[in-house]
T-cell receptor, first 112, second 110 residues
Framework: DGGITQSPKYLFRKEGQNVTLSCEQNLNHDAMYWYRQDPGQGLRLIYYSQIVNDFQKGDIAEGYSVSREKKESFPLTVTSAQKNPTAFYLC????WGTGELFFGEGSRLTVL | KNEVEQSPQNLTAQEGEFITINCSYS?????LHWLQQHPGGGIVSLFM???GKKKHGRLIATINIQEKHSSLHITASHPRDSAVYICAVRSGTSGSRLTFGEGTQLTVNP
């Protein structure tokens, strides 16, 4: 079945460490997104990519980095420069033709 | 003012009641999604609309492009409908920009 796989589901990190969240899709979607969700709040865009080897900053890109070397994969690195990284992170993808929108199950990052 | 506004923020209903959640937006859009987020955090797309009305089971979604307004209706609500419902609009080049509402927390009591 087609879908988006995010890993890990739960992640604990010490302050000062970088962590990378994985996002893989087998939907043949061109566009992929990373969002952050804090308790009781809406989704905020971190980065998005419309094609391979190209990506754009979203509203809260500081302290994060991404790559898009393959169409299927869009990993997010939360760097030590991100001042408040504890949050729920969601990856999404969409196809231009169908407009269908899929989300991963999310990754919950806790900084100790 | 947010580009996408949802109301109400919180909604509590008794099982069997008819529920309406509203979404207003201020930008030109190519499509609108209604999404459902369960307590575990995963999000699923319920509907994508660019005009008119869609129905799936007990869920009905409508959109009025001229008035920049959409509604999600749940008929004969059930406790398993309890979730956060999110409105998201597509705009920009090729509809690549997604803007989300803050969500509506729905609780349906037995």
């Amino acid at each position: 079945d087609g879908g988006i796989t995010q890993s890990p589901k739960y992640l604990f990190r010490k302050e000062g460490q970088n962590v990378t969240l994985s996002c893989e899709q087998n939907l043949n979607h061109d566009a992929m997104y990373w969002y952050r969700q804090d308790p009781g709040q809406g989704l905020r865009l971190i980065y998005y990519s419309q094609i391979v080897n190209d990506f754009q900053k979203g509203d809260i890109a500081e302290g994060y980095s991404v790559s898009r070397e393959k169409k299927e994969s869009f990993p997010l690195t939360v760097t030590s420069a991100q001042k408040n990284p504890t949050a729920f992170y969601l990856c999404a993808s969409t196809g231009w033709g169908t407009g269908e929108l899929f989300f991963g199950e999310g990754s919950r990052l806790t900084v100790l | 003012k947010n580009e996408v506004e949802q109301s109400p923020q919180n909604l509590t209903a008794q099982e069997g009641e008819f529920i309406t959640i509203n979404c207003s937006y201020s930008v030109g859009i190519s499509a609108l999604h209604w999404l459902q987020q369960h307590p575990g955090g995963g999000i699923v797309s319920l509907f994508m609309l660019s005009s008119g009305k869609k129905k799936h089971g007990r869920l009905i979604a409508t959109i009025n492009i001229q008035e920049k307004h959409s509604s999600l209706h749940i008929t004969a609500s059930h406790p398993r409908d309890s979730a956060v419902y999110i409105c998201a609009v597509r705009s920009g080049t090729s509809g690549s920009r997604l803007t989300f509402g803050e969500g509506t927390q729905l609780t349906v009591n037995p």
